[in-house]
């Protein structure tokens, strides 16, 4: 529950920071941090609009989009306490939950019946698919070095001491930030803010919702970027105790979010044919953070 309350409250602020740190680096002063939160409430303040040639399947994928995301929410624990669902293999069902909302957002965006909408579906599901491995090979690691399966139990018995481990945990940061920002469709594999009908991703995928749906979908991608962030942190906190847990938690929540406002301001976009070509290279990243493992359990021959 901790966890779960944690994540909502670091949703709230994460997306602000990086728009503010993005501001900053251009030489602006930029909106404030509460800025996308007061968007989203606007918005649920609206109603919905849907197109004729639409159907049921419009309508519903933004709710099971966000609730996708909530389920995802619930299965992160907290150092040592686990999260509102834990069990064997949850990791599996993580990813997998995640996909299903992509899955609806994917078909709700062929649901307009627009070649246009369809163009960005096609790309957001080859980068989802891409993506996927290096997110399997990197919980497989950790599986295998701790011999759990379970977020919790893998976390709590993750114990950095060696440069080998240290190395590890750098680049499993790496890889769960480059896949936080392929699943929120930013820099430098998409960008958010870009109208240009050849390069549009995400954007292009939700130019039909407005109102109360089109809220959902903006607060799912703020807490999406949380929700990664918070396995990041449990990379980190350990044994930690709670009294210094719970402030390093937001401590790395911040740097992440100014990270991500940095990359975005300094690291111009891909070519769209250099898209996959990046996002498939993640998985030899994750490949070498498995051959670590194997060195630290003495098993790589």
């Known amino acids: 529950m901790l966890s779960f309350i944690l994540i909502l409250i670091a949703g709230a602020f994460f997306t602000g920071i990086i728009i503010r740190t993005k501001s900053v680096a251009s030489g602006r002063k930029g909106p404030g941090i509460l800025q996308p939160i007061n968007d989203v409430v606007r918005l649920f303040k609206k109603g919905a609009v849907y197109s004729g040639t639409t159907s049921f399947i419009f309508q519903m994928a933004p709710t099971i989009y966000f609730s996708s995301v909530v389920m995802a929410m619930m299965l992160i624990p907290f150092g040592q306490s686990k999260g509102l669902i834990s069990f064997n293999g949850d990791f599996v069902f993580f990813a997998y939950v995640l996909a299903l909302g992509k899955f609806f957002s994917i078909i709700s965006a062929m649901d307009t019946g627009s070649s246009f909408e369809g163009m960005g579906a096609s790309r957001e599901s080859l980068y989802s698919l891409l993506a996927e491995p290096a997110f399997f090979i990197l919980m497989g690691s950790f599986a295998l070095l701790t011999g759990y399966t379970s977020f919790q139990e893998m976390f709590a018995a993750l114990h950095l001491g060696s440069y080998i481990s240290y190395a590890i945990a750098i680049l499993a940061t790496f890889v769960l930030v480059m896949i936080a920002m392929i699943e929120n469709s930013r820099m430098p594999i998409d960008d958010p803010k870009t109208h240009l009908e050849l390069t549009m991703i995400h954007e292009v995928m939700i130019l039909d919702n407005s109102g109360f749906d089109l ?87």
């Open 215 to 301: 809220g959902l979908i903006l607060s799912a991608g703020y807490l999406k970027f949380a929700l990664y962030g918070a396995i990041i942190v449990n990379l980190f906190i350990g044994m930690v105790p709670y009294p210094y847990a719970i402030p390093l938690f937001f401590v790395i929540q911040f740097l992440l979010a100014i990270i991500i406002g940095l990359i975005e301001s300094f690291i111009a976009r891909f070519r769209m044919s250099h898209n996959p070509q990046f996002i498939f290279a993640l998985t030899s990243v994750s490949l070498l953070i498995f051959f670590g493992v194997l060195l630290v359990l003495g098993k790589f021959i």
